[in-house]
Every structure is written in C-alpha cells, then in structure tokens.
C-alpha cells in the first residue's frame, strides 16, 4: 500500500513530537532513536526514512523553532529601528522560540549548527544559511548593501557565541544574554559602517 504525502507529514510530525517530549523528560543523551520509534508508535526502521539520526530531529526541531521566530519577526517588524535593533529583534525571536530547546544547545552547536552542518531532512537550507541570509536581507533594507564574507562570517560569530553564553546563562529570564547581545551587535554594525567607509575610501 502506497504511503500518501498527508500520511507521512502525520507521522513526521508524531516523530517530532516524541522526541520533544523524550528529549524534555530524559534528556538528549539519554535518548535513543529507538526510544523514539518507541513513543512515536512506529517500527525503529521507519523512522530512519524521515530522519537518519536523532541529531537530525533536534536540527529539524531548531529549524521549525527558528521559522515560527521568523514569520513572528516579519509580522512585527519595526520598520523605523536602525540596524542594531532589527537584528536584536530577529534573534532575540529566535532566542524565545528556541527555549525549550536550550538544554540541548550543546548537540546542536556540534551538529546542526556546524558551520559544515547540512540542512536539516525536509529542509531546503541550513540552519546557518538561514540566519545568514536573514542578516543580509536586513543589512540591505537598512542600506548597508551586499555583505562581504567576511562580515557574514562575523555575524555568524557573534551569533554562536551568543548562544553558546544562552545556553549556561543563570541570570533572570536570561538578561545577561539579551545584553551580550545587543552589544555584540553594536559593535557589529559600527564595524559594518566603518568597514563600507573603508571600502567606499579604497574605491
């Protein structure tokens, strides 16, 4: 019997909700694909055709996070911030839709977001492109124009090292990272304007 498309977005979805549920109560270590399979109500097997290890159900579970966090962004965009605020917007979306994945940030940053890290099963890019090209669609609506790659890099940087202090941070509602963040991308976009002037000089 033929699997539909709608049968097999269901159990995607059963999968992935295993897993959170699996990952909150046991903990990602401690969690084995066949724990999965288990909870889900599917052969062990099966669960291989949708994702080939259970660092790609966390990755998929990023990548949905982080999307919600976008569309949310889009929806309340500031259209007067500067640059500074509207990536701290973007990320600080990013950072509240990620919560309940906090804990397991440490698999994540090894793995989905690697910078060889591949996209996620089911997605077009990765988690890494993603963000990147969130970046430059913002820099180019605030005038900055295309980013070299070495400014994508930066960002990058500056964006994993963030989560990195997010994930151990014990300060309320995790203060302590909002403002690493906000200066962090301060200095980003006062580097990104002396950077274009240097280049604009060279020229």
């Not at 124009?145 to 994508?152: N, S, Y």
Request: with cysteine; aromatic share 6%; glycine share 4%.
């Amino acid at each position: 019997m033929r699997v539909t498309a709608e049968a097999k977005a269901k159990t995607r979805e059963r999968i992935l909700e295993a897993a959170q549920k699996l990952f909150a109560g046991q903990g990602f270590e401690a969690t084995t694909t066949r724990d999965v399979a288990r909870e889900a109500g599917i052969a062990a097997g099966t669960l291989f055709n949708y994702f080939p290890t259970k660092e790609d159900i966390l990755a998929c579970q990023a990548h949905e996070a982080l999307d919600r966090a976008r569309a949310d962004f889009e929806r309340c965009a500031d259209e007067a911030a500067s640059l500074d605020e509207a990536l701290f917007a973007s990320i600080a979306a990013g950072l509240r839709k990620l919560k309940p994945l906090r804990k397991h940030l440490p698999a994540l940053l090894q793995s989905a977001l690697s910078p060889l890290a591949a996209a996620p099963s089911g997605e077009a890019v990765s988690l890494r492109v993603s963000f990147l090209e969130t970046v430059a669609e913002l820099a180019e609506k605030h005038g900055v124009g295309e980013l070299p790659p070495v400014a994508l890099q930066l960002a990058w940087t500056l964006y994993t090292g963030v989560l990195v202090f997010w994930a151990s941070d014990k300060s309320p509602r995790q203060e302590d990272s909002l403002a690493l963040l906000d200066q962090s991308l301060k200095m980003f976009v006062r580097w990104l304007a002396s950077a274009e002037c240097g280049i604009r000089n060279a020229e």
